[in-house]
């Protein structure tokens, strides 16, 4: 979805939905080659991170088919972790019986 170039530490921090379709995660690769490090923790959902201008840290809004936009913390030294700033809904959000969303994927009618 979009990337910003570390040209100092030779690394390319990119926006993907490498995990699943309609997620974005925040991912670190070297200039260089090699893996993907997802930075951004294991919850299924999209974040909209700006990274530390010392590229410590990163704040993301994080949000999900149930979960209203939060501000997240991830800490990029140490890759899945985050701390949540924010806790928005009050506590009858959390009552709430909200409906069970399912992706479903198709096949491309040119390539499968």
Known sequence: ASFEVDAARGQLYLLANESYTPERQLYRVSMAGGPLTRLTPALPGTHEPVLSRGRTH???????????????????????????????PQPAFAQQTWAGVGYVEFPSHVDG
């Open 58 to 88: 990163a704040a993301s809004l994080f949000t999900n088919d149930t979960t209203p936009p939060e501000l997240m913390v991830i800490d990029l030294a140490r890759p899945g972790t985050a701390r949540q700033v924010t806790r928005s």
